[in-house]
């Protein structure tokens, strides 16, 4: 049995994507961030419905459409229509932050 | 914002099945069991495919076709088949365990 705060690189030079399971219209992926963040001017703007959970460490997200940046802790999660522009405005770089993003289509 | 650890009655006669998400092929639950197992001679047989990881508390699963019994930790994950019988045989009587549940059709 595999578990999700396990397998992490020592060194993570890039944020870590991972597909856990996927059927024709959803895909269960891990994301391992420390300290990534999306890069300047830059917004995830996907084509299929996103439903995220922060399991470890804090973010901080921020949505095209609203001024505020949302902070999360773990356990908080959200859900992200598709095209819904945002992008991760600031993760922890003192220690892991596991996500678990479950992409589908409505 | 929600969270998963939150929001968890302090008396639980019976786990607590909560929808969070659904797409015409997905359904995202949140399940929270305190002691709660599978009545006796009961056995999950699910039209979908099943992807869950257990985030609090310790349990243990047993499938049908398996002998021995499953034991999971926070953070363990597995997959389970459409139609593949099983049974949550014990769960931690002292701890929420809180169960995040993606079902799907592949």
Known sequence: MKNLFQGIPENLPDEVFEELCSGQQVKIERIVSRGHTTPQGEWYD?????????????????????????????????????????????????RDCVWLAIHFKV
Chains 1, 2 share one sequence.
Do not use: C, N
Request: charged fraction near 30%; hydrophobic fraction near 40%.
């Open 46 to 94: 996907q084509e299929w419905d996103e439903w995220v959970v922060l399991l470890s460490g804090t973010a901080q997200l921020k949505f095209e459409d609203r001024s505020e940046l949302v902070a999360m802790s773990p356990g908080d999660y959200l859900h992200i229509a598709a095209h819904q522009r945002h992008r991760v405005e600031w993760t922890d770089p003192d």
